[in-house]
Antibody
């Protein structure tokens, strides 16, 4: 059974950093392309970042609004993907989802609240 | 960047009715569209990929169509459990932009 479990969310002040972890199981992580997507309190979905697999040199893509602030990374030995979020803004407040491949498997999401 | 525009924003339908919702891309995306269903308190679930392919386990009352810039999701004989938000998403090429969603309410 495929499982994606996000952790690391919480309340953080503007300008601070937070690192999300998505621990996975039930599939061959090393060949998987992984994504992060967030959903605002208003229910708007926004794709944030993608990590390709080793055969694609772990290439990454980002949405313009997080370029230079967020970094997606992965550890194939731990079947985990990460999202390092720096210089957080109130607009980054959302539920963050980890997604496998085409979007057929989503984690349960983790909430991040950026507020002073 | 490509903008995905969904319409209508919300609709109220009776059980047994047929409903069609729309997704319009600001540029030609071929058939690189997915549709998701999200119920309250749940993560989105994949319904349709590459515009018209029904994902495993999705009831055949859900049908996707379209190509290029205009896409549709049709639900034949709507059931009470279909009450949800529905989102389209550009897939295959980055950025994987989502539409703003259509809320389906069952009368």
């Amino acid at each position: 059974e495929v499982q994606l479990v996000e952790t690391g969310g919480g309340l953080v002040q503007p300008g601070k950093s937070l690192k999300l972890t998505c621990a996975t199981s039930g599939f061959t992580f090393s060949t998987a392309w992984m994504h992060w997507v967030r959903q605002s309190p208003e229910k708007r979905l926004e794709w944030i970042a993608r990590s390709k697999d080793r055969s694609n040199i772990y290439a990454t893509d980002y949405v313009e609004s997080v370029k230079g602030r967020f970094t997606i990374s992965r550890d194939d030995s731990k079947s985990s993907v990460y999202l390092q979020m720096n210089s957080l803004e109130e607009e980054d407040t959302a539920t963050y989802y980890c997604i496998l491949g085409l979007g057929d498997y989503w984690g349960q999401g983790v909430m991040v609240t950026v507020s002073s | 960047n490509i903008v995905m525009t969904q319409s209508p924003k919300s609709m109220s339908i009776s059980v047994g009715d047929r409903v069609t919702m729309n997704c319009k891309a600001s540029q030609n995306v071929g058939n690189n569209i997915a549709w998701y269903q999200q119920k309250p308190g749940q993560s989105p679930k994949l319904l349709i990929y590459y515009a018209s392919n029904r994902y495993t386990g999705v009831p055949d009352r859900f049908t996707g169509g379209g190509y290029g810039t205009d896409f549709t999701l049709t639900i034949n004989s709507v059931q009470a459990e279909d009450a949800a938000f529905y989102y389209c998403q550009r897939i295959y090429n980055s950025p994987f932009t989502f539409g703003s969603g259509t809320r389906l309410e069952i009368k």
